[in-house]
């Protein structure tokens, strides 16, 4: 498994920069803000005024460079729940920044363009999942089951 790189002053701390400050973003910024040694550094999104708020919860920055933010070297690992059409090229840049990925389902709508991310993925050696909520849902396990 791939060790998360370490911040120099919070030596056990995993910075995450979050793209995405609609619903389902902000849903991930509060699992972040529960999790001991995980802090949000960085939220990437258009719309500046969710994006302040999410941030300004955490002391995180907010601002509108993909590449910078993954790049940064507080930031270990992404949280991508952006706009699907937003996904592969947000990988990509983790994938070679090095840095562990989570990204809401769909990766994309076409296939190929997954397929070709996953090889990325898989060269980078990157810690990589995909959120798919409902294989955990209760209900959706009682249908399968019955």
Not at 43 to 68: F, M, W, Y
Not at 107 to 112: E, F
Not at 113 to 142: H, L, S, T
Request: hydrophobic share 45%; glycine share 6%; proline share 4%.
């Amino acid at each position: 498994m791939t060790q998360f790189a370490r911040d120099e002053t919070t030596p056990e701390m995993i910075g995450v920069a979050l793209f995405g400050a609609g619903r389902i973003g902000r849903l991930h910024a509060r699992n972040i803000a529960a999790l001991d040694g995980v802090r949000l550094r960085v939220v990437v999104d258009p719309n500046r005024e969710n994006a302040t708020e999410i941030a300004s919860r955490s002391g995180a920055r907010v601002t509108l460079d993909a590449r910078g933010a993954i790049e940064a070297s507080d930031v270990d690992a992404v949280v991508i729940a952006s706009p699907t059409d937003t996904h592969v090229e947000l990988i990509r840049l983790a994938a070679a920044a090095r840095k562990a990925v989570f990204c809401e389902k769909p990766i994309d709508i076409d296939r190929h363009r997954v397929d070709a991310v996953a090889v990325e993925v898989e060269r980078a050696g990157i810690p990589f999942a995909v959120g798919f909520n409902r294989r955990c849902d209760p209900n959706f396990r009682a249908l399968k089951r019955a």
